[in-house]
């Protein structure tokens, strides 16, 4: 051994002396906390703990309530009674479940889970046996409690969406927290771990999940050897959830849900003062009471097998091309730039050739000369085509934008899109290749890239109809508090140039030329301003070109165009601004200018229009239509006001 | 000093080694493993599933596993030692790449029956390279600036890694146990104390930086300080483990409840009672004399390593050794005072109590280790 190495041994012991020191010293002190916990302290425990154990016990809070504008419920708690079962206090929890079939009727499916779930779960866990039975099979239960050990009936709130389906889109459902809930959520609170407790999945129920759970309350409670409660101590109240108010019009919505029946379509109605969303309506829609409850599979199977896409929250989720209603944008970006007047004429021969490629007008004979009202009143496509030319993508992409396309809007639903405003940078980052003037065509007309979903349309139809920057609202208040409306300040726009849209607008509807004429309102002082729009989903083959074009009644629904319309109405001082958009519906004139019209003046008129507002002619359909509609929704005129 | 100068004769070889093993030390093993089986037996209410059971096929094997690698010559382990330290660094790397995602960390690599921790490899790979470092270094560099750099920069790779995942618990032990074996290599205290005075910079640093951008910790872990600090302010949010833990033990008195009749972390909302509060159940059903025995257990398992390491006169088995008694030591010393309310709650087990298997097994690899360098010490 080396004096070195000597040295070195003498350092390490020396080194391990001190550090077990340290060790020791702090063991001693583990042992003297034990010792001040357990024996100093422990009078204190042991008093409470003397002949009953004492429990902690959370109290789930109540979910905050949904109300409309009006303050129709929308989203309420209900009691609702379960069966539990807690396999330590039951002992054979198989005779236990056999006894208690005997007390009750059980369905087969339900105690297989039941008995899966005992399985799984600690001993001393309740397991739910039966949710929503009914008030006599929870006294047949509490009568032979003496024979049913471990077996109880419990009391809790379940939700209920007292509107059906009207609002499924937009409120959402709540569902118990699952683990995969639980996985995405960093140091959940213990509230979310008792079993069953719900949570918002989807819509507002979960974007606002945070003030609508509220805080969770305790009661310090007595429980005897085998876990029963024998005697609640005290109890620290928990804070109920906030209720929240919504800008919605339950009324309105469901008469849109059910005005959009039958139909894969969506609408949207916006106060322009406000920028509230009065009325949201996806159909077809589903009823979110079956997710609470927990949806069987055959439902399931049901609602994701259909081909119109029930689930689909199409309002915000649903991306478009906008078709013809985005010719605003164009014409607006080119009189922004100064390089039209309204009064300046394009002719149109039908088609315009760009660069050795034919883009045709939708009137294949074309519109001869016409001028920017004119253009918008008959949708001539190629003096579109023209314009953009001139002003190019950029232009009106930033036009667009600053109507609020291409933007996601903050509204607390699930699944908000964004939407698409391409530019020539945008191309280059996603495909890679050069913007081409054909593109520009396109997009001028709201086809190729361009991609809007029907709440971004209602903005910006309420933008125009304002020249605010009208930011759309969903929540009225919550917990009381009033959220800001979504006014918007003016836009840097020429106002002269947006009163000449709203004209040419006006013209679209009320002009015995133009494309929703037919949908017009007669009542002088809530006429309408719109544009219809018929967004392609297919590429018209040469072959069919040349075969002449195809009637949208004669391909197969999912290859038809959609049909969209964009109105506000009153035309003279705007009050709502609407956008229908009806999947593979045909032509925006037919198919969703009538319903926006009905929607419009349901909403001008809170409630069920006179027939004098409607065209003589369109009298007797409406009259029937009118009727109808009252037959599907029998409740319609009693929920109003005094449910709230 | 190397094994060469020594007369190898002296060493035990073939099945007879097995007679040379610390065979004191593999019982207080057993014993305290035995606890953990009671305690889990206790928890699932008197069943041997579902945690007592997979816990002993694990300690059956981890012990098998423990013998196994006593009978590996110490200086194979000397020589695989940075192997096994980049390997365990790489496996920390896929953890970030391909990862389980569990309780918002990521630390698991799933091989079907068992989730591999990474960081708890770690812990005693660490280690390893650590003594086998200081074994290497001539001793009168030891502490110069640049041949201490070295070895910081070998604990910070892994602590950054773990940090990422986020693990602040086993980042933190890193640091202790690699700082541990700096400082018994005989570094020297100035180093220390700047570490000390930098180390309290930084923690006033973390709180100065709540609620700015650049805040350094997540909020989480902001809250889990706060509650530990005054545990009172948040009953049923973060604060509840703790208060209902000390409620735990504080009714378990001098003698406890009695085997499985601890009603308070059974029938309580201790969403953890089999891994990380499984001493509260043991507090609450043997008392102050349960809780003071098993922390006797620990000290003479701390004792016997510490023994076992002044004897042997090689520095590599003799830092390994108390590498991984200090390991131990924060182990056990950090998971009680957690529990009893004296540090934040920061998920670290309980050693050979909790339930869980990369734990355990991790834990008897490294008795292996500690085994293997007790019967090849030069005589």
Same mark, same amino acid.
Request: aromatic letters at 8%; charged letters at 20%; hydrophobic letters at 45%.
């Given at each position: 051994?080396?004096?070195?190495?000597?040295?070195?041994?003498?350092?390490?012991?020396?080194?391990?002396?001190?550090?077990?020191?340290?060790?020791?010293?702090?063991?001693?002190?583990?042992?003297?906390?034990?010792?001040?916990?357990?024996?100093?302290?422990?009078?204190?425990?042991?008093?409470?703990?003397?002949?009953?154990?004492?429990?902690?016990?959370?109290?789930?809070?109540?979910?905050?309530?949904?109300? #409309?504008?009006?303050?129709?419920?929308?989203?309420?708690?209900?009691?609702?009674?379960?069966?539990?079962?807690?396999?330590?206090?039951?002992?054979?929890?198989?005779?236990?479940?056999?006894?208690?079939?005997?007390?009750?009727?059980?369905?087969?499916?339900?105690?297989?889970?039941?008995?899966?779930?005992?399985?799984?779960?600690?001993?001393?866990?309740?397991?739910?046996?039966?949710?929503?039975?009914?008030?006599?099979?929870?006294?047949?239960?509490?009568?032979?409690?003496?024979?049913?050990?471990?077996?109880?009936?419990?009391?809790?709130?379940?939700?209920?969406?007292?509107?059906?389906?009207?609002?499924?889109?937009?409120?959402?459902?709540?569902?118990?927290?699952?683990?995969?809930?639980?996985?995405?959520?960093?140091?959940?609170?213990?509230?979310?771990?008792?079993?069953?407790?719900?949570?918002?999945?989807?819509?507002?129920?979960?974007?606002?999940?945070?003030?609508?759970?509220?805080?969770?309350?305790?009661?310090?409670?007595?429980?005897?050897?085998?876990?029963?409660?024998?005697?609640?101590?005290?109890?620290?109240?928990?804070?109920?959830?906030?209720?929240?108010?919504?800008?919605?019009?339950?009324?309105?919505?469901?008469?849109?849900?059910?005005?959009?029946?039958?139909?894969?379509?969506?609408?949207?109605?916006?106060?322009?003062?406000?920028?509230?969303?009065?009325?949201?309506?996806?159909?077809?829609?589903?009823?979110?009471?079956?997710?609470?409850?927990?949806?069987?599979?055959?439902?399931?199977?049901?609602?994701?097998?259909?081909?119109?896409?029930?689930?689909?929250?199409?309002?915000?989720?649903?991306?478009?091309?906008?078709?013809?209603?985005?010719?605003?944008?164009?014409?607006?970006?080119?009189?922004?730039?100064?390089?039209?007047?309204?009064?300046?004429?394009?002719?149109?021969?039908?088609?315009?050739?760009?660069?050795?490629?034919?883009?045709?007008?939708?009137?294949?004979?074309?519109?001869?000369?016409?001028?920017?009202?004119?253009?918008?009143?008959?949708?001539?496509?190629?003096?579109?085509?023209?314009?953009?030319?001139?002003?190019?993508?950029?232009?009106?992409?930033?036009?667009?934008?600053?109507?609020?396309?291409?933007?996601?809007?903050?509204?607390?639903?699930?699944?908000?899109?964004?939407?698409?405003?391409?530019?020539?940078?945008?191309?280059?980052?996603?495909?890679?290749?050069?913007?081409?003037?054909?593109?520009?065509?396109?997009?001028?007309?709201?086809?190729?890239?361009?991609?809007?979903?029907?709440?971004?349309?209602?903005?910006?139809?309420?933008?125009?109809?304002?020249?605010?920057?009208?930011?759309?609202?969903?929540?009225?208040?919550?917990?009381?508090?009033?959220?800001?409306?979504?006014?918007?300040?003016?836009?840097?726009?020429?106002?002269?140039?947006?009163?000449?849209?709203?004209?040419?607008?006006?013209?679209?509807?009320?002009?015995?030329?133009?494309?929703?004429?037919?949908?017009?309102?007669?009542?002088?002082?809530?006429?309408?301003?719109?544009?219809?729009?018929?967004?392609?989903?297919?590429?018209?083959?040469?072959?069919?070109?040349?075969?002449?074009?195809?009637?949208?009644?004669?391909?197969?629904?999912?290859?038809?165009?959609?049909?969209?319309?964009?109105?506000?109405?009153?035309?003279?001082?705007?009050?709502?601004?609407?956008?229908?958009?009806?999947?593979?519906?045909?032509?925006?004139?037919?198919?969703?200018?009538?319903?926006?019209?009905?929607?419009?003046?349901?909403?001008?008129?809170?409630?069920?229009?006179?027939? #004098?507002?409607?065209?003589?002619?369109?009298?007797?359909?409406?009259?029937?239509?009118?009727?109808?509609?009252?037959?599907?929704?029998?409740?319609?005129?009693?929920?109003?006001?005094?449910?709230? | 000093?190397?094994?060469?100068? $020594?007369? *190898?004769?002296?060493?035990?070889?073939?099945?007879?080694?097995?007679?040379?093993?610390?065979?004191?030390?593999?019982?207080?093993?057993?014993?305290?493993?035995?606890?953990?089986?009671?305690?889990?037996?206790?928890?699932?209410?008197?069943?041997?599933?579902?945690?007592?059971?997979?816990? *002993?096929?694990?300690?059956?094997?981890?012990?098998?596993?423990? *013998?196994?690698?006593?009978?590996?010559?110490?200086?194979?382990?000397?020589?695989?030692?940075?192997?096994?330290?980049?390997?365990?660094?790489?496996?920390?790397?896929?953890?970030?790449?391909?990862?389980?995602?569990?309780?918002?960390?990521?630390?698991?690599?799933?091989?079907?029956?068992?989730?591999?921790?990474?960081?708890?490899?770690?812990?005693?790979?660490?280690?390893?390279?650590?003594?086998?470092?200081?074994?290497?270094?001539?001793?009168?560099?030891?502490?110069?600036?640049?041949?201490?750099?070295?070895?910081?920069?070998?604990?910070?790779?892994?602590?950054?890694?773990?940090?990422?995942?986020?693990?602040?618990?086993?980042?933190?032990?890193?640091?202790?146990?690699?700082?541990?074996?700096?400082?018994?290599?005989?570094?020297?205290?100035?180093?220390?104390?700047?570490?000390?005075?930098?180390?309290?910079?930084?923690?006033?640093?973390?709180?100065?930086?709540?609620?700015?951008?650049?805040?350094?910790?997540?909020?989480?872990?902001?809250?889990?300080?706060?509650?530990?600090?005054?545990?009172?302010?948040?009953?049923?949010?973060?604060?509840?483990?703790?208060?209902?833990?000390?409620?735990?033990?504080?009714?378990?008195?001098?003698?406890?409840?009695?085997?499985?009749?601890?009603?308070?972390?059974?029938?309580?909302?201790?969403?953890?009672?089999?891994?990380?509060?499984?001493?509260?159940?043991?507090?609450?059903?043997?008392?102050?004399?349960?809780?003071?025995?098993?922390?006797?257990?620990?000290?003479?398992?701390?004792?016997?390593?510490?023994?076992?390491?002044?004897?042997?006169?090689?520095?590599?088995?003799?830092?390994?050794?108390?590498?991984?008694?200090?390991?131990?030591?924060?182990?056990?010393?950090?998971?009680?005072?957690?529990?009893?309310?004296?540090?934040?709650?920061?998920?670290?087990?309980?050693?050979?109590?909790?339930?869980?298997?990369?734990?355990?097994?991790?834990?008897?690899?490294?008795?292996?280790?500690?085994?293997?360098?007790?019967? $090849?010490?030069?005589?």
């Amino acid at each position: 051994m080396t004096p070195q190495d000597r040295q070195n041994r003498r350092k390490l012991s020396r080194r391990t002396a001190i550090l077990g020191g340290a060790q020791l010293l702090f063991i001693g002190g583990l042992a003297a906390r034990m010792r001040y916990l357990q024996v100093e302290e422990a009078d204190q425990f042991r008093l409470l703990a003397e002949e009953n154990r004492i429990n902690i016990r959370l109290i789930p809070p109540a979910r905050g309530e949904v109300f #409309d504008r009006n303050g129709v419920r929308l989203a309420q708690n209900v009691p609702s009674y379960r069966i539990v079962i807690v396999s330590e206090d039951a002992g054979d929890t198989d005779l236990a479940l056999q006894k208690l079939s005997q007390v009750v009727a059980l369905d087969p499916e339900s105690l297989e889970r039941t008995r899966s779930e005992l399985k799984r779960s600690a001993r001393f866990l309740p397991v739910t046996i039966a949710e929503d039975v009914s008030w006599e099979d929870i006294s047949r239960v509490s009568v032979n409690a003496p024979a049913l050990a471990g077996i109880t009936p419990e009391v809790g709130l379940s939700r209920v969406y007292p509107q059906g389906s009207d609002l499924a889109h937009v409120l959402g459902y709540v569902g118990p927290v699952s683990d995969y809930d639980l996985s995405r959520i960093e140091d959940p609170e213990p509230l979310l771990r008792i079993p069953r407790f719900q949570i918002g999945k989807v819509g507002v129920e979960a974007k606002r999940e945070k003030d609508l759970r509220g805080k969770a309350g305790a009661k310090r409670v007595e429980v005897n050897a085998t876990g029963r409660i024998m005697r609640e101590l005290d109890r620290q109240e928990g804070e109920a959830g906030a209720d929240i108010q919504l800008t919605i019009d339950a009324a309105l919505q469901g008469y849109a849900q059910a005005r959009l029946d039958g139909e894969s379509a969506s609408a949207v109605v916006i106060d322009c003062d406000s920028g509230d969303i009065v009325a949201c309506a996806s159909a077809p829609t589903y009823d979110p009471n079956l997710f609470v409850r927990g949806i069987s599979q055959a439902d399931y199977d049901l609602l994701t097998g259909d081909p119109y896409r029930p689930l689909a929250s199409k309002t915000v989720q649903g991306l478009y091309p906008p078709g013809s209603t985005f010719k605003m944008m164009t014409a607006m970006a080119a009189l922004e730039e100064g390089l039209i007047e309204p009064d300046d004429t394009a002719y149109c021969p039908g088609h315009l050739e760009v660069s050795g490629r034919k883009f045709h007008c939708w009137k294949r004979a074309g519109h001869g000369w016409v001028d920017l009202q004119n253009s918008l009143k008959q949708s001539c496509d190629v003096y579109y085509y023209d314009l953009a030319l001139k002003v190019g993508i950029e232009k009106i992409s930033q036009m667009a934008q600053l109507f609020g396309l291409g933007q996601r809007h903050d509204v607390p639903m699930s699944a908000v899109a964004q939407g698409l405003t391409p530019t020539k940078d945008w191309k280059a980052a996603a495909y890679g290749s050069d913007w081409v003037i054909g593109d520009t065509v396109n997009a001028s007309i709201g086809q190729g890239f361009m991609l809007a979903s029907p709440l971004q349309l209602a903005v910006m139809t309420a933008r125009l109809a304002t020249g605010r920057s009208v930011m759309p609202r969903l929540i009225k208040s919550t917990g009381g508090i009033e959220d800001p409306p979504g006014t918007g300040t003016p836009l840097p726009l020429d106002p002269e140039n947006l009163r000449k849209m709203r004209r040419a607008m006006f013209a679209v509807v009320n002009d015995r030329r133009g494309t929703a004429y037919k949908s017009r309102i007669i009542q002088d002082n809530m006429r309408m301003a719109g544009k219809t729009g018929t967004s392609q989903v297919r590429n018209i083959t040469a072959a069919e070109r040349r075969s002449g074009v195809i009637s949208n009644a004669d391909l197969p629904w999912e290859r038809r165009d959609h049909a969209l319309f964009v109105d506000f109405a009153p035309h003279d001082a705007p009050k709502y601004a609407v956008a229908v958009v009806v999947e593979h519906g045909g032509g925006g004139s037919t198919a969703a200018a009538p319903i926006a019209r009905d929607i419009t003046l349901q909403a001008l008129y809170q409630g069920e229009p006179p027939l #004098d507002a409607y065209p003589p002619k369109d009298r007797p359909a409406i009259r029937a239509q009118q009727k109808r509609l009252r037959e599907m929704r029998p409740q319609a005129n009693t929920s109003g006001k005094d449910q709230a | 000093m190397s094994y060469l100068e $020594h007369s *190898i004769k002296a060493i035990p070889t073939g099945p007879r080694k097995i007679l040379y093993l610390n065979w004191p030390l593999a019982l207080l093993l057993a014993a305290v493993s035995s606890v953990g089986f009671l305690m889990l037996i206790s928890v699932s209410g008197g069943s041997l599933r579902p945690w007592a059971e997979p816990q *002993i096929k694990r300690f059956v094997v981890g012990f098998a596993l423990m *013998i196994g690698l006593a009978m590996v010559p110490i200086w194979f382990w000397r020589s695989v030692s940075g192997l096994a330290y980049l390997g365990t660094l790489l496996l920390l790397v896929t953890v970030e790449l391909f990862g389980e995602v569990g309780k918002g960390a990521q630390r698991w690599i799933d091989l079907g029956p068992l989730r591999l921790q990474p960081s708890e490899l770690m812990k005693i790979t660490l280690v390893m390279f650590l003594a086998a470092y200081y074994d290497w270094l001539p001793a009168p560099r030891t502490s110069r600036p640049l041949w201490v750099l070295l070895p910081v920069g070998i604990i910070m790779l892994p602590v950054a890694l773990v940090l990422r995942q986020p693990d602040l618990g086993t980042s933190l032990l890193l640091v202790a146990a690699g700082g541990g074996i700096m400082f018994l290599a005989g570094v020297h205290w100035a180093y220390f104390a700047s570490v000390l005075t930098a180390g309290i910079g930084l923690v006033s640093a973390v709180f100065q930086s709540r609620g700015t951008a650049w805040q350094l910790l997540k909020d989480y872990q902001y809250r889990r300080i706060d509650t530990f600090l005054d545990p009172g302010s948040d009953p049923l949010g973060a604060g509840y483990h703790i208060t209902q833990s000390k409620i735990a033990l504080g009714s378990g008195g001098w003698t406890g409840r009695g085997f499985m009749q601890g009603t308070q972390s059974r029938l309580n909302f201790l969403p953890e009672k089999h891994t990380d509060f499984i001493f509260t159940t043991l507090a609450e059903e043997f008392g102050f004399i349960g809780g003071i025995s098993l922390l006797g257990l620990y000290l003479l398992i701390i004792l016997f390593c510490v023994w076992s390491a002044l004897l042997n006169k090689d520095r590599f088995a003799a830092l390994l050794t108390l590498g991984i008694s200090l390991n131990f030591f924060l182990f056990f010393s950090v998971n009680m005072s957690m529990v009893m309310g004296m540090a934040p709650v920061v998920g670290v087990p309980l050693p050979l109590v909790s339930y869980g298997g990369s734990a355990m097994l991790v834990l008897m690899v490294a008795f292996g280790l500690l085994q293997s360098a007790h019967v $090849h010490r030069p005589r």
